[in-house]
């Protein structure tokens, strides 16, 4: 048994794809609003891909980054994690078609899927194999193309949603004091009917009439979501801060999944973080599912508002419904 060690973070690469969807464009489309999306959700714009383009396209350009950033070949890694809902295809897994094109040729890796979660529940996956001492670089992938399962006609998820890719590389800390320090995650299964896409999978598989019933493309009850998101991401955010005794004051970043400003701000306020401290940059991306938080993390990082040292909390809750929060001592 190898002595457990922690995981940092090392690097960080991410990619949005260049075209900006307004509000204005998409209340061309559907019966909305600039005021009323703004006010509902934060969101002023978010990006969207050609049609066409998969998830593994955006992965390649934020892993690019990564690895110039740390200036490291792809064969030195040795774990891939993609956490994503949009995978390219059902099977082979997106780790597989990314392992491929990079030519990462010492490397394993798997697909999670835990939606909104899913990029802090593969950065805790992914650390576990950094503290038991199996592997030294494990890369978290973050990838979503929403577009691709939105329905057009719906107001309601149209607006929401957004496309792009966020990657971080975990190695082994040489401090105990730097890199992830704890995480806690939940499922509570029963919540999995407010937000869904029902169609293709094995209960439902592909046909004329799931299609026509619109079974591909994400279903939500938006105020059950909401609901649950506010109270689940205060409870596990102030839970785990006192049980490291700590308060919202000692916390230097705040970095939650990018859902609706509104979830932020509420936790925020009730778990008593400092505003300045909590990173929001969903009025520019959207929710991009899996992505949200390493494009968050990648802003804080360009806005200086997160320096090695730091404290950071980030918390998610996603279908399923899933889950979670990650504290962390920033460590570059
Ligand atoms: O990341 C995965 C987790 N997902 C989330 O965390 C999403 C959580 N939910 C939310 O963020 C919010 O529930 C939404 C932003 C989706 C919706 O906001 P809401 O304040 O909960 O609105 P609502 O669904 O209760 O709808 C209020 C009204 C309805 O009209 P009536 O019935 O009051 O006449 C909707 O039809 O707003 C209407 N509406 C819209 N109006 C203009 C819904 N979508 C739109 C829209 N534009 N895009």
């Not at 899913?118 to 001492?133: C, D, K, M």
């Not at 993390?297 to 279908?319: C, E, R, S, T, Y």
Request: aromatic share 6%; glycine share 8%; charged share 25%.
């Amino acid at each position: 048994m190898s002595i457990r060690r922690r995981a940092k973070i090392t690097a960080l690469g991410r990619y949005v794809p260049p075209r900006v969807v307004s509000n204005h464009e998409l209340a061309e489309m559907v019966d909305t609003s600039h005021q009323w999306i703004v006010e509902r959700t934060g969101i002023h714009e978010r990006r969207w891909v050609e049609k066409g383009t998969p998830a593994s396209e955006l992965a390649l350009k934020a892993i690019d980054q990564l690895l110039k950033q740390r200036g490291i070949e792809a064969d030195e890694i040795e774990l891939i994690i993609v956490a994503t809902v949009t995978p390219d295809m059902f099977f082979p897994s997106t780790a597989c078609v990314i392992q491929d094109k990079i030519r990462a040729t010492r490397a394993w890796g798997f697909d999670i899927s835990a939606a909104c979660s899913s990029f802090i529940y593969a950065l805790t996956t992914g650390a576990q194999f950094i503290e038991s001492g199996h592997h030294d670089k494990v890369l978290i992938v973050g990838t979503d193309v929403m577009t691709s399962i939105l329905n057009p006609d719906d107001r309601a998820t149209l607006i929401l949603f957004g496309d792009g890719a966020g990657a971080v590389l975990l190695e082994p800390s040489e401090d105990d004091e730097y890199g992830i320090l704890d995480y806690y995650h939940e499922i509570d299964g029963s919540g999995g009917e407010h937000l869904n896409m029902p169609g293709g999978g094995s209960l439902h598989p592909s046909t004329h009439e799931t299609v026509e019933k619109k079974m591909h493309y994400v279903h939500q009850h938006g105020p059950a979501v909401f609901k649950f998101a506010v109270r689940k991401m205060e409870e596990l955010s102030r839970n785990m801060l006192e049980k490291h005794d700590l308060t919202g004051a000692d916390i230097g970043a705040f970095i939650a999944h990018q859902a609706n400003m509104r979830i932020i701000d509420a936790t925020a306020e009730k778990v008593g973080l400092i505003p300045e401290k909590v990173i929001k940059n969903i009025h520019k991306y959207g929710n991009t599912t899996a992505a949200t938080i390493p494009l968050a993390i990648g802003d804080a990082i360009d806005d200086g508002k997160l320096k090695k040292g730091d404290l950071v909390l980030f918390a998610a809750v996603g279908a399923g419904f899933t889950s979670g929060v990650v504290l962390a001592r920033w460590a570059y």
